[in-house]
């Protein structure tokens, strides 16, 4: 029981945490900051920094097939490029 409490008591601070994360995010987008999209997204070198290829019967070739971290772009400039693993056939 006492592991389960613990659980419990996390979880409690990770919705706390993740409600801090979007009120930032919400003040920083007033600003002109904005997520990258990547996740199914047609890899864009302009956008996206591919870390790997993964294999994948279930993704188009040249997808991305995971983020790995998060782009920003500042008034449609990226700043960050997302960090991603791009999909290829077997």
Same mark, same amino acid.
């Given at each position: 029981?006492?592991?389960?409490? =613990?659980? /419990?008591?996390?979880?409690k601070h990770v919705e706390g945490m993740e409600k801090v994360r979007n009120q930032l995010l919400d003040v920083l987008r007033t600003e002109g900051l904005s997520p990258? @999209?990547?996740?199914?997204? #047609? +890899? /864009?070198?302009? #956008?996206?920094?591919?870390?790997?290829?993964? !294999?994948?019967? @279930? /993704? @188009?070739?040249?997808?991305?097939? @995971? !983020?790995?971290?998060?782009?920003?772009?500042?008034? =449609?400039?990226?700043?960050? +490029?997302?960090?991603?693993?791009? =999909?290829? #056939?077997?």
């Amino acid at each position: 029981m006492p592991v389960l409490d =613990s659980l /419990d008591q996390a979880a409690k601070h990770v919705e706390g945490m993740e409600k801090v994360r979007n009120q930032l995010l919400d003040v920083l987008r007033t600003e002109g900051l904005s997520p990258i @999209e990547a996740t199914g997204e #047609k +890899f /864009d070198p302009y #956008k996206h920094e591919a870390l790997m290829m993964v !294999e994948s019967d @279930e /993704d @188009e070739e040249g997808t991305v097939a @995971e !983020e790995v971290q998060r782009g920003y772009a500042l008034n =449609s400039k990226v700043i960050r +490029f997302s960090k991603v693993l791009v =999909s290829k #056939k077997p």
